[in-house]
Nanobody, 115 residues
Framework: QVQLVESGGGLVQPGGSLRLSCAASGSVVSITVMGWYRRAPGKERELVAIITGGRSTNYADSVKGRFTISRDNAKSTVYLQMNSLKPEDTAVYYC?????????WGQGTPVTVSS
């Protein structure tokens, strides 16, 4: 079993920054892909960014150049640095990891971008 604990969400003004963290615990051996999705009010869940074990990354077009995903394998933690935040980034952000054929989701952390 893998447990995911997210932190770092909150309220920020447009143009501000936040850093999300997601720490995996339990049976973390063989976790490959780690990443973040988000669900904005009234919208479908969408990919934000993912990072492989080899640290290859993929970003949604809407966040390229503003968000940076990274991981610390020793801590089994994935991070999402979010800069130049916009109101349209308001959403619940979900951490997810892939272990073998399992996809494990976190509980979500809300991010609100508003003045």
């Amino acid at each position: 079993q893998v447990q995911l604990v997210e932190s770092g969400g909150g309220l920020v003004q447009p143009g501000g920054s936040l850093r999300l963290s997601c720490a995996a615990s339990g049976s973390v051996v063989s976790i490959t892909v780690m990443g973040w999705y988000r669900r904005a009010p009234g919208k479908e869940r969408e990919l934000v960014a993912i990072i492989t074990g080899g640290r290859s990354t993929n970003y949604a077009d809407s966040v390229k150049g503003r968000f940076t995903i990274s991981r610390d394998n020793a801590k089994s933690t994935v991070y999402l640095q979010m800069n130049s935040l916009k109101p349209e980034d308001t959403a619940v952000y979900y951490c997810h990891v892939i272990k073998g054929n399992q996809v494990i989701w976190g509980q979500g952390t809300p991010v609100t971008v508003s003045s």
